[in-house]
């Protein structure tokens, strides 16, 4: 029902629609001329078989990542410590919201339908950011989350508006907007407590420890294990790779940090001068962290993190919740559908 720029009235409801033809070697080269030419490849396009089954892989786990990514910050909205901080953090989460709903309609474009990604992510069968497997312990979370978490998803979105696939680099554009004014009220947050009580500023750098490690995580496992980042940049889906992401990320977050006056949980941070950045208009460089403990990581994706199975059992409560929504919208549709037949 949602689906957009599909090939006839029908296709939605038939995923063979979607399925490739043929595969061939010289189909195969076209498509990477075209790519290698930056154009963009739309949904009615030709495309290899593989290409089609990354990117629903990654944009379907995108849009799980942000349905689930509603559940830390909404457990904060009743205990918001004021009326504007309420107002705002509950515009988040519907924008998340929002970002799942756009993405799901993307990744439908590619034949699968939203039945089966919801399928999948309440059956424990789909991925979604490791990253919403940690709790939100206190209001500080709510600066770090925006801060730290979605600061990481702009450094990874923002090439996303340059992939190949049109309808996923068009819904990007939308998201990376939404996404800076979110990674800026998180700040705000932190600015709040680090200027207040020595309680409030301890509250802001216990969240940082708690927040740091897990959201360098987040760009994936290094470029040495990653599975999909050769294929994936030769599609140009991916612009950069994890660690050049989390390299980004961690130039950028340095100064903040210093700015709030707080450290980053990393006794091996160090500054390493030479190629890079300018960072502070003279200084070239990097920050280079720590080693990150990626068995954690390893078992976060195993199901084992600390809100794996309740992040899963909130979703399929919902779900269950929503029957009546879902089964009243469809004997809508059909009634809409019957009048117009009959008219
Ligand atoms: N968590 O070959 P690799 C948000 C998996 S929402 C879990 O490097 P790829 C927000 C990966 O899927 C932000 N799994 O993969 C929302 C693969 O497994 P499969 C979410 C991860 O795809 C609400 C395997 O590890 N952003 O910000 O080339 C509130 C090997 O990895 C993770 C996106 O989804 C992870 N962190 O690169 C606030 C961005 N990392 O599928 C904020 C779109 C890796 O083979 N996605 N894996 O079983 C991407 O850009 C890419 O998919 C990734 C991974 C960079 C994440």
Not at 156 to 168: A, E
Not at 288 to 312: K, S, T, V, Y
Request: proline content about 5%; charged content about 25%.
């Amino acid at each position: 029902m949602y689906t957009q720029g599909l090939s006839g009235p029908d296709a939605a409801a038939d995923s063979s629609a979607r399925a490739p033809t043929m595969e061939s070697p010289e189909l195969a080269t076209r498509f990477q001329e075209r790519i290698d030419r930056e154009d963009r490849i739309e949904a009615n396009d030709w495309m290899p078989a593989a290409y089609r089954k990354t990117l629903t892989r990654q944009i379907s786990q995108h849009a799980h990542s942000e349905i689930i990514g509603m559940l830390p910050e909404g457990n904060w909205v009743t205990r918001a410590p004021t009326l504007r901080r309420k107002a705002t953090l509950l515009a988040k989460v519907q924008d998340e919201a929002g970002h799942g709903l756009y993405l799901y309609a993307a990744a439908e474009t590619l034949g699968k339908s939203r039945e089966e990604m919801f399928d999948e992510l309440l059956t424990n069968k789909a991925k979604y950011s490791s990253i919403f497997n940690y709790p939100t312990l206190t209001w500080a979370d709510m600066g770090a989350v925006g801060w730290l978490v979605d600061g990481a998803a702009i450094m990874n979105q923002i090439p996303l508006c340059r992939c190949s696939y049109g309808p996923y680099a068009r819904a990007m554009i939308r998201v990376c907007k939404e996404e800076s004014f979110h990674q800026r009220q998180g700040y705000e947050i932190m600015i709040a407590l680090c200027r207040g009580t020595p309680e409030q500023k301890a509250m802001a750098q216990d969240a940082l420890n708690r927040w740091y490690w897990p959201c360098l995580m987040m760009f994936g496992p290094p470029d040495s294990d990653s599975t999909h980042s050769d294929q994936s940049t030769k599609w140009k889906i991916k612009r950069f790779s994890n660690d050049e992401l989390r390299q980004k990320f961690l130039d950028a977050l340095v100064p903040q940090a210093e700015f709030l006056g707080l450290t980053l949980p990393d006794t091996d941070l160090r500054f390493e001068e030479g190629e890079g950045d300018s960072l502070d208009g003279a200084v070239h460089g990097h920050w280079r962290h720590g080693a990150i403990d990626w068995e954690e990581f390893r078992q976060i994706l195993a199901g084992n993190g600390p809100c794996n199975r309740g992040r899963i059992s909130a979703r399929q409560r919902a779900h269950k919740e929503g029957a009546w929504v879902r089964e009243a919208a469809a004997a809508y549709a059909a009634k809409q559908a019957s009048q117009k037949a009959a008219a």
